[in-house]
Nanobody
Framework: QVQIVESGGGSVQPGGSLTISCLAS????????VSWYRQGPGTAPGTERD????????????EYINPVTGRFTISRDNAKNTVYLQMNDLKPADTAVYFC?????????WGPGTQVTVSA
C-alpha cells in the first residue's frame, strides 16, 4: 500500500502564499488519483474532513471547491511521486490541517497531515 507524507506546512500572514507537498513511496504514483482535504481547528472528533480539490492520475484534470477556486492550484510530478497544493491569497479561514488522500481502485491511503496557519 502507498505510504504518504505531507510537508511544507507552516504559518503565513493573510494574503500570503504557501505550497505544500504530498510525497508517495512504494508505488507507481501515476496509478493513483489524489485529493487534498482539510480539517479546521476546533473540529469535533469524528467530523469528516473537507474536500479541497482533486487531481487525476495523469494530472490533466483538476477540480476545486468554491472557497478556494482561483486561489489554490493542484499539480503533480509523477516522476517525483509528488503532488503539490499551491495556495495563494491565504485567508484565516484556510487555517487547518491539510491531508493528502491517494486512491487507486479500492485502495485508499491518507497521510498524517500538515498544519497550515494563517494569521496576522
Amino acid at each position: 500500500q502507498v505510504q504518504i507524507v505531507e510537508s511544507g506546512g507552516g504559518s503565513v500572514q493573510p494574503g500570503g502564499s504557501l505550497t505544500i507537498s504530498c510525497l508517495a513511496s512504494g508505488v507507481t504514483f501515476n496509478q493513483y488519483s489524489v485529493s487534498w482535504y482539510r480539517q479546521g481547528p476546533g473540529t469535533a472528533p469524528g467530523t469528516e474532513r473537507d474536500l479541497v480539490g482533486f487531481i487525476s492520475r495523469s494530472g490533466d484534470r483538476t477540480e476545486y471547491i468554491n472557497p478556494v477556486t482561483g486561489r489554490f492550484t493542484i499539480s503533480r510530478d509523477n516522476a517525483k511521486n509528488t503532488v503539490y497544493l499551491q495556495m495563494n491569497d491565504l485567508k484565516p479561514a484556510d487555517t487547518a490541517v491539510y491531508f493528502c488522500q491517494a486512491v487507486s481502485g479500492n485502495l485508499v491511503s491518507w497521510g498524517p497531515g500538515t498544519q497550515v496557519t494563517v494569521s496576522a
